[in-house]
Antibody, heavy 121, light 107 residues
């Protein structure tokens, strides 16, 4: 069974940093692109970042470019999101999502349960 | 960047009704369009990809159509368990934008 489990969320002050992790199982992790998607309380889905299966290609939303870094450790089957210079508007549930077969221009076929990030002083 | 616009933003329908949600892309995305369902308090779930391909395990009352800039999600006979917010998504090119969502309720 394909499974994604996020961790690392919590309360952080504005300007602070946090690293999210997503542990994957049930599929050949390095063969699939992965993404992070966030959802602020009561709001819609916002795509954050995508990384190719090899890790060589990455994409970011303009809202996080220069502050967030997506990475992956394929031998450890783990996806990461390093978040720096956090702002109040970054507060959200962060989901990791697995892409379908065929690279990064594919749909998100599996989602994790999400981890909550709260940014407040 | 490609903008995705859904309509309506919300709708209320009766059990058994045929329900249609539309999604328009600001530029052509071929058929690189997915639909997701998010039930209250739950994780988003893939319903349809490539504009019209039903994800495994999704009930056949859901269907998708369209190509280019105009897309449609149809529920042929609304069931009580279909109460949810539905999102379309462009995955033709980054940023992989979502529509603003359509909240579906039972009348």
């Amino acid at each position: 069974e394909v499974q994604l489990v996020e961790s690392g969320g919590g309360l952080v002050q504005p300007g602070g940093s946090l690293r999210l992790s997503c542990a994957a199982s049930g599929f050949t992790f390095g063969s699939y692109a992965m993404s992070w998607v966030r959802q602020a309380p009561g709001k819609g889905l916002e795509w954050v970042s995508t990384i190719s299966g090899s890790g060589y290609t990455t994409y970011y939303a303009d809202s996080v470019k220069g502050r967030f870094t997506i990475s992956r450790d394929n031998p450890k089957n783990t996806l990461y999101l390093q978040m720096n210079s956090l702002r109040a508007e970054d507060a959200a549930v962060y989901y990791c999502a697995k892409h379908g077969p065929g690279g990064w221009t594919t749909w998100f076929d599996t989602w994790g349960q999400g981890t909550l990030v709260t940014v407040s002083s | 960047d490609i903008q995705m616009t859904q309509s309506p933003s919300s709708l209320s329908a009766s059990v058994g009704d045929r329900v249609t949600i539309t999604c328009r892309a600001s530029q052509g995305i071929n058929n690189y369009l997915a639909w997701y369902q998010q039930k209250p308090g739950k994780v988003p779930k893939l319903l349809i990809y490539a504009a019209s391909t039903l994800q495994s395990g999704v009930p056949s009352r859901f269907s998708g159509s369209g190509s280019g800039t105009d897309f449609t999600l149809t529920i042929s006979s609304l069931q009580p368990e279909d109460v949810a917010t539905f999102y379309c998504q462009n995955y033709n090119s980054a940023p992989y934008t979502f529509g603003q969502g359509t909240k579906l309720e039972i009348k």
